[in-house]
């Protein structure tokens, strides 16, 4: 009886020890499952915070990257009107397009903050979207 109890103690504590690191490896390139949409404005892209995944979905060679995002500057980066985000399945370089939505703020004083963000080809056409993916 005594070496019953023992082993379940020994089995109880191994649990308590595994579980843990179990949880942990399963979090080590996790993706959430769901429906996301993609981030259209740069007050959308900049609710991305360190540690956040996002997909980079390219039009053109119709892939999907799914990125992590690592520091706050990487958040900047897509959204910096004229800089370029680059596609990692066909390396195409696609230029990003900040564009004030009405800027003069009449009539929506809500709207007037926002500027959409589009991720443009060479010929000026949208090709690449960007999908936060958040966990909650
Ligand atoms: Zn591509």
Redesign the pocket.
């Known amino acids: 009886m005594k070496n019953t109890l023992k082993t379940l103690t020994t089995i109880i504590l191994a649990f308590g020890l595994v579980t843990p690191a179990l949880a942990q490896r399963a979090n080590i390139g996790r993706f959430t499952k769901g429906s996301f949409k993609a981030a259209t404005s740069q007050q959308e892209i900049q609710t991305l915070k360190k540690g956040d995944q996002y997909a980079k979905v390219?039009m053109?060679?119709k892939?999907i990257t799914i990125k992590e995002v690592t520091d706050a500057k990487e958040v900047e980066k897509l959204c910096h009107d004229g800089g370029t985000v680059h596609?990692d399945?066909?390396e195409?370089q696609i230029t990003i397009k900040r564009t004030k939505l009405n800027p003069t703020g009449k009539g929506n004083p809500v709207k007037s903050k926002k500027s959409s963000v589009t991720y443009v080809n060479a010929d000026g056409e949208e090709c690449m979207f960007i999908v936060p993916i958040k966990s909650e």
């Open positions: 390219c053109k060679c892939s596609c399945s066909c195409e």
